[in-house]
């Protein structure tokens, strides 16, 4: 009789094919993929605590946190066995869409000397290393992640990072009012983070104990700091993500997924009473053109962009706003902007790859955590992607999408081989 396949954390058995790499990882957690994976969503701002207390006036700090995630995404890609590497014809639009990018870069800067800010040296290097170069690297390591491994540093970081906060906390409140913010973590990059983590543990709950645990422990601290942070886009972002994935859930998943959220907002109601949420509805509410000096500057990029996008509609022309000098906060907007309809293209149909492996990984149910918060982690990218971050520098945007057609695309072969499994297995 075969044997029904034996459920972790959602993988069925099949899964189990990458069990011979526990050793290779387990004395190598450092260049492990989970880590490069980790590191890459998490990983900046995680340490910008640390680098705030010990280097607070200088950059030194922050350019070795950033120097030592490229150089642990390199040796992890490096000393992975070639075979275990993937690769996947679905990321071609992505690549497509790299090269027209870089070059209308090129062009901008060296050719027709735009500046754009804060200047080549930082834009080309972000773009080149930290989008480019992590994203591809890390998409071809999907096979290697696994869930033993991200928990344990994805748990790491998560500690790394509260603790970073409180050794700051007499300077958390300062620069702006009420809202918390250090020299090297703005109130954006903040909440996302923190709602980064939060999404984390809210898929890891109820997977084992000890997991539960961690995520009750340190859910209330990071939902502080999500909701102190006063990012309007991390609120917005991260909420509609978790409710798309609630949608995608099937059947008693879906039931079981808003049962816990109920259950997580019954909790926080009675240890908090409505502070919490008074503070997020009063900040949402600041969403408006006439009220809210950000707003009002957001809708001017918009405009500009937009506008920009109508002189050259074809194939583009400026990689920044030309009123402002920067990105639009808005990458749909910006790729219009810079590359026009025709470089466009192969950027949509990238997002749409994304957009379809999202929605198959979570109805699945077959994928490991990994691919789920790979996927949850696009969704709120592709959100907040809407009023933030640009092209160049939206690392985690691309990383994830990249990652999760990997995981969709490259997965089909077994989530085939469980399915026959199962059929005869009754």
């Given at each position: 009789?075969?044997?029904?396949?034996?459920?972790?954390?959602?993988?069925?058995?099949?899964?189990?094919?990458?069990?011979?790499?526990?050793?290779?990882?387990?004395?190598?957690?450092?260049?492990?993929?989970?880590?490069?994976?980790?590191?890459?969503?998490?990983?900046?701002?995680?340490?910008?605590?640390?680098?705030?207390?010990?280097?607070?006036?200088?950059?030194?700090?922050?350019?070795?946190?950033?120097?030592?995630?490229?150089?642990?995404?390199?040796?992890?890609?490096?000393?992975?066995?070639?075979?275990?590497?993937?690769?996947?014809?679905?990321?071609?639009?992505?690549?497509?869409?790299?090269?027209?990018?870089?070059?209308?870069?090129?062009?901008?800067?060296?050719?027709?000397?735009?500046?754009?800010?804060?200047?080549?040296?930082?834009?080309?290097?972000?773009?080149?290393?930290?989008?480019?170069?992590?994203?591809?690297?890390?998409?071809?390591?999907?096979?290697?992640?696994?869930?033993?491994?991200?928990?344990?540093?994805?748990?790491?970081?998560?500690?790394?990072?509260?603790?970073?906060?409180?050794?700051?906390?007499?300077?958390?409140?300062?620069?702006?009012?009420?809202?918390?913010?250090?020299?090297?973590?703005?109130?954006?990059?903040?909440?996302?983070?923190?709602?980064?983590?939060?999404?984390?543990?809210?898929?890891?709950?109820?997977?084992?104990?000890?997991?539960?645990?961690?995520?009750?422990?340190?859910?209330?601290?990071?939902?502080?700091?999500?909701?102190?942070?006063?990012?309007?886009?991390?609120?917005?972002?991260?909420?509609?993500?978790?409710?798309?994935?609630?949608?995608?859930?099937?059947?008693?998943?879906?039931?079981?997924?808003?049962?816990?959220?109920?259950?997580?907002?019954?909790?926080?109601?009675?240890?908090?009473?409505?502070?919490?949420?008074?503070?997020?509805?009063?900040?949402?509410?600041?969403?408006?053109?006439?009220?809210?000096?950000?707003?009002?500057?957001?809708?001017?990029?918009?405009?500009?962009?937009?506008?920009?996008?109508?002189?050259?509609?074809?194939?583009?022309?400026?990689?920044?706003?030309?009123?402002?000098?920067?990105?639009?906060?808005n990458i749909y907007l910006e790729s219009l902007m810079s590359v026009g309809i025709i470089g466009s293209l192969p950027f949509a149909a990238h997002i749409i790859l994304a957009l379809r492996s999202t929605a198959g990984i979570i109805r699945s149910g077959k994928f490991p955590l990994a691919a789920?918060?790979?996927?949850?982690?696009?969704?709120?990218?592709?959100?907040?992607?809407?009023?933030?971050?640009?092209?160049?520098?939206?690392?985690?945007?691309?990383?994830?999408?990249?990652?999760?057609?990997?995981?969709?695309?490259?997965?089909?072969?077994?989530?085939?081989?469980?399915?026959?499994?199962?059929?005869?297995?009754?």
């Open positions: 009789m075969t044997r029904r396949p034996n459920l972790r954390y959602g993988v069925s058995a099949d899964f189990t094919r990458l069990a011979h790499l526990r050793g290779y990882v387990d004395w190598r957690i450092l260049f492990s993929p989970a880590t490069a994976f980790a590191l890459a969503i998490v990983g900046t701002y995680a340490f910008a605590g640390f680098v705030n207390r010990f280097d607070p006036e200088g950059s030194a700090g922050s350019i070795l946190v950033r120097v030592a995630i490229a150089l642990v995404t390199v040796a992890s890609y490096a000393v992975l066995p070639a075979k275990l590497r993937s690769s996947t014809a679905a990321l071609l639009p992505m690549k497509i869409f790299f090269v027209i990018y870089l070059c209308r870069l090129v062009e901008n800067v060296y050719l027709s000397s735009i500046i754009i800010s804060p200047g080549p040296s930082l834009v080309f290097g972000v773009f080149l290393v930290a989008s480019v170069g992590a994203t591809l690297l890390i998409a071809s390591m999907d096979r290697a992640i696994i869930n033993t491994d991200l928990t344990l540093v994805m748990n790491a970081l998560c500690v790394i990072f509260l603790i970073g906060l409180y050794l700051n906390r007499d300077v958390l409140f300062v620069a702006q009012g009420e809202r918390m913010s250090i020299d090297k973590i703005n109130p954006i990059a903040m909440g996302h983070t923190a709602f980064a983590f939060l999404i984390y543990f809210f898929l890891v709950l109820g997977k084992t104990k000890k997991l539960t645990i961690q995520a009750m422990v340190l859910g209330p601290m990071l939902l502080l700091v999500v909701v102190f942070s006063r990012s309007r886009g991390a609120y917005i972002a991260g909420a509609g993500s978790l409710l798309v994935y609630i949608l995608l859930l099937k059947g008693s998943k879906r039931l079981f997924a808003i049962l816990g959220a109920l259950v997580v907002a019954l909790a926080i109601l009675a240890t908090s009473g409505v502070e919490l949420i008074d503070v997020v509805i009063a900040r949402l509410q600041t969403i408006s053109v006439d009220a809210d000096q950000s707003t009002m500057i957001r809708s001017q990029l918009f405009a500009g962009a937009w506008r920009q996008f109508l002189e050259d509609p074809v194939f583009g022309r400026y990689a920044v706003e030309m009123q402002f000098k920067f990105y639009p906060h789920v918060l790979t996927a949850v982690l696009f969704l709120r990218e592709a959100i907040a992607g809407m009023a933030s971050g640009g092209l160049w520098g939206n690392s985690i945007f691309w990383v994830t999408s990249a990652l999760t057609i990997s995981f969709w695309y490259g997965y089909q072969g077994f989530l085939a081989k469980a399915r026959n499994s199962e059929v005869r297995a009754y």
